[in-house]
């Protein structure tokens, strides 16, 4: 995840820049869900599903406030 820098957002620009941020999180979160399956954690792989729920309904929350 990229820091934004200093310079000057808008709010808009800003909810796109915290999106961009959930889904490459997501992608990571995903992949770890994806090799606990692999592997047989389920423990771990149930931690997994829960984090992609929780990115999941987030991003919704802030995408839903982009005008």
Do not use: C, P, Q
Request: aromatic share 4%.
């Amino acid at each position: 995840i990229k820091e934004a820098g200093v310079k000057k957002m808008s709010a808009n620009a800003m909810l796109k820049d915290l999106v961009k941020s959930y889904d490459a999180m997501r992608e990571r979160i995903a992949d770890a869900e994806d090799l606990a399956d692999e592997i047989d954690d389920l423990v771990t792989e149930g931690l997994m599903v829960d984090m992609l729920s929780a990115n999941d309904k987030t991003t919704w929350f802030i995408r839903s406030h982009i005008s």
